[in-house]
T-cell receptor, first 116, second 113 residues
Framework: DTGVSQDPRHKITKRGQNVTFRCDPISEHNRLYWYRQTLGQGPEFLTYFQNEAQLEKSRLLSDRFSAERPKGSFSTLEIQRTEQGDSAMYLC??????????????FGAGTRLSVL | AQSVTQPDIHITVSEGASLELRCNYSYGATPYLFWYVQSPGQGLQLLLKYFSGDTLVQGIKGFEAEFKRSQSSFNLRKPSVHWSDAAEYFCAVGAWGNYQLIWGAGTKLIIKP
């Protein structure tokens, strides 16, 4: 168990550019979540996957955001045409969900995005 | 409306002193409660959780929390803080089978030497 890994740790980009983040969950976990966190706030839910299926998207996730989890393993979060308001920490979490097991989410270290 | 309130944005405590961080929640279903800690530039680490049973739960790093249903609270405590406890602490609430946690805004803990 190597924990949840996120890459890159930091990303600086210019407004209008596209960026992609990667998350590798804990290997046996079947759920994967993306959150956004701004300074002084708790995480805000963006989306989550059960295996490869994206089951819920927050209204925070505009059309410029897209997430995938091919084959139910790693996930990518892409932001197109970045705006300065996208600057935040993007957190990934994973969990194992079963009928008798509570959904404890384990977090990666996050990707800090700065849009200039 | 479902919400989690952490009334203290910052708390400053002397090293070796006791600590209590407050968390109040408003939640329609039976709550499952969590405390996470986030060190600067890091992700969130689970400190402890409450699902059912004994209302006083023990966590890692010497932390404990007490669930008080009548007060809708889940306060985090530690008898003696260490400089390494300086971090931001988040309270969260969820429900069985619900993927989505509701998060507080966090309390930043500052340790005075």
């Amino acid at each position: 168990d190597t924990g949840v890994s996120q890459d890159p740790r930091h990303k600086i980009t210019k407004r209008g550019q596209n960026v992609t983040f990667r998350c590798d969950p804990i290997s046996e976990h079947n759920r994967l979540y993306w959150y956004r966190q701004t300074l002084g706030q708790g995480p805000e839910f963006l989306t989550y996957f059960q295996n490869e299926a994206q089951l819920e998207k927050s209204r925070l996730l505009s059309d410029r955001f897209s997430a995938e989890r091919p084959k139910g393993s790693f996930s990518t979060l892409e932001i197109q045409r970045t705006e300065q308001g996208d600057s935040a920490m993007y957190l990934c979490a994973s969990s194992f969900v079963a009928t008798s097991v509570w959904n404890i989410q384990y977090f990666g270290a996050g990707t800090r995005l700065s849009v200039l | 409306a479902q919400s989690v309130t952490q009334p203290d944005i910052h708390i400053t405590v002397s090293e070796g002193a006791s600590l209590e961080l407050r968390c109040n929640y408003s939640y329609g279903a039976t709550p499952y409660l969590f405390w996470y800690v986030q060190s600067p530039g890091q992700g969130l680490q689970l400190l402890l959780k409450y699902f059912s049973g004994d209302t006083l739960v023990q966590g890692i790093k010497g932390f404990e929390a007490e669930f008080k249903r009548s007060q809708s609270s889940f306060n985090l405590r530690k008898p003696s803080v260490h400089w390494s406890d300086a971090a931001e602490y988040f309270c969260a609430v969820g429900a069985w089978g619900n993927y989505q946690l509701i998060w507080g805004a966090g309390t930043k803990l500052i340790i005075k030497p």
